[in-house]
């Protein structure tokens, strides 16, 4: 995935060159290893720090929501499909984009790296065909880097964009996987068991709001965590606040969530938020055939309707 | 605990369920009193955190009620609220409330039998379930 830098920067110089763009959004190499940064550019002479390899998680559909200018964005998958997501929901117009589409095969999760390594961080770290190596003193260490995928990435359907104005990269194959497996197997236990499972989920969260913040969904002038006449949601860590957080969060993505994991990766304390919104997915693909961010012009599944929609608990 | 009875916070729309609570009112129907009716201008205007909002503050059971499909007074109102409550409960189910304790029904201002037996239900349902716990905070409990 390395060799997509030197396209990605041959597009912005391109697009920065001919004004055909303001700015274009991208990364550049993080200050640690395994940690590359969200970066802006405006003029040609920055085009050189732009930079792709396996840690580019954070999805960039996040900084688009009412900019004014026109923009270059480098997008893979996910981040394809929340700007779909926008442009449905008028937060950005087409016209605007200039999408530098991403043919993406997974990102790596850092703290799979880090628990491999016994917790301790990298000073250095490498990218080698199908590779990682990390390295700290003693500790050299080079592994398969399907072994350090993120969760989402593992079972993602659409690592290839799904709107774009030029490619970086030939199209990657299409995993063919079954999304759902963790969703049922809580869905076979008991409502008791279900309760106690998301308890234990969510105790160590510290309401720090990274997942909301990470999450392009959440653009929100006052988010409703914060509003405070009426207030939704406590301020304290109580559990039932918590909870109250989590589940509202889930429900305000529903319909419009990609699974990008972006809030997952942003997490201090590595809950898997993703447990409460893939439940949405499922159902509203099972119910209303529905898949976030891959048609551009169908209405999402929550402003809209069937005459037919199923009932099953309605009197 | 025998003296416990359950408190159901009711959202009924304005132009059709509302109604038929007020026609079984004046038709002398009986029906339980632990409904708590709110009344609101469509079910589509019901948004889950009034749900939650309810559950938090000692709720113990949630009953939503709104026009038939196809005779909403603001044409597709209640079409829209159908997906977002199906997606709600089955959200709950899978948190780990008893699902039991939401209900949701379509009346017409002409169905106050109706009314007064889907109240009956909804409270036979929820009393078999005890108290609602789940959303309330300890503190709040001791007090
Ligand atoms: S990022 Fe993690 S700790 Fe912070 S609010 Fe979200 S789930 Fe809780
Ligand atoms: S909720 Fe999480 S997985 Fe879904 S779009 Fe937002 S950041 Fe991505």
């Known amino acids: ?315 | 605990m025998s003296e416990w009875e359950p408190k159901i916070v009711a959202f009924l729309c304005n132009w059709c369920s509302y109604g038929s609570a007020d026609l079984a009112g004046v038709s002398r129907l009986q029906y339980p009193h632990n409904i708590r009716a709110i009344r609101v201008p469509c079910s589509g205007r019901v948004n889950p955190k009034f749900i939650l909002a309810a559950l938090r503050q000692g709720a113990d059971g949630i009953w939503v009620s709104g026009c038939h499909p196809g005779d909403c007074h603001y044409i597709e109102g209640n079409l829209y609220a159908r997906r977002k409550f199906t997606l709600l409960k089955n959200l709950l189910d899978y948190t780990g409330m008893e699902p039991e304790r939401l209900h949701f029904s379509w009346i017409s201002s002409a169905e106050a039998t109706k009314f007064a037996e889907t109240a009956r239900g909804v409270v036979d349902a929820v009393k078999t379930l005890g108290p609602a716990r789940h959303f309330i905070k300890r503190e709040a409990e001791v007090a």
């Not at chain 1, 909301?212 to 039932?240: I, M």
């Not at chain 1, 898997?272 to 499922?282: L, P």
């Open chain 1, 1 to 315: 995935m390395r060799a997509y830098t030197g396209r990605i920067r041959e597009a912005a110089k391109r697009l920065l060159a001919e004004n055909r763009v303001d700015v274009v959004i991208g990364f550049r190499k993080g200050t640690i290893p395994l940690m590359n940064e969200p970066y802006l550019i405006k003029s040609v002479d920055q085009v050189n720090q732009l930079y792709w390899d396996s840690n580019c998680g954070i999805n960039l559909a996040n900084y688009l929501p009412k900019r004014p200018d026109r923009v270059g964005i480098v997008a893979k998958g996910c981040d394809s499909r929340n700007i779909v997501v926008h442009i449905l929901e008028n937060q950005i117009k087409r016209e605007q984009l200039y999408i530098i589409g991403v043919p993406c095969k997974g990102m790596l999760d850092r703290r799979r790296i880090m628990a491999e390594r016994n917790g301790r961080e990298p000073l250095f770290a490498e990218e080698l065909e199908h590779k990682v190596r990390t390295v700290r003193y003693e500790l050299d260490l080079t592994r398969d880097r399907n072994y350090f995928l993120q969760d989402n990435c593992r079972i993602c359907t659409h690592r290839n964009p799904v709107i774009y104005d030029e490619l970086v990269g030939d199209l990657v194959e299409e995993q063919q996987v079954d999304r759902y497996t963790d969703v049922r197997k809580i869905e076979a236990m008991s409502a008791e068991e279900r309760w106690e499972h998301f308890e234990k989920l969510i105790e160590p969260c510290l309401r720090c709001y990274a997942c909301r913040n990470a999450c392009p969904l959440c653009y929100c002038p006052t988010c409703f965590v914060d509003e405070a006449r009426p207030q939704w949601v406590g301020k304290s860590l109580d559990k039932t606040d918590t909870r109250t957080f989590h589940f509202l969060r889930a429900f305000h993505v529903a319909g419009r969530c990609t699974d990008c994991g972006a809030c997952e990766r942003a997490c201090p304390v590595g809950i898997q938020v993703r447990q409460f919104t893939k439940k949405m997915e499922k159902d509203i693909k099972e119910l209303y055939g529905y898949e976030a961010g891959v048609i551009a012009d169908e209405r999402p599944p929550l402003d809209t309707y069937r005459p037919g929609d199923p009932e099953p608990f309605f009197k």
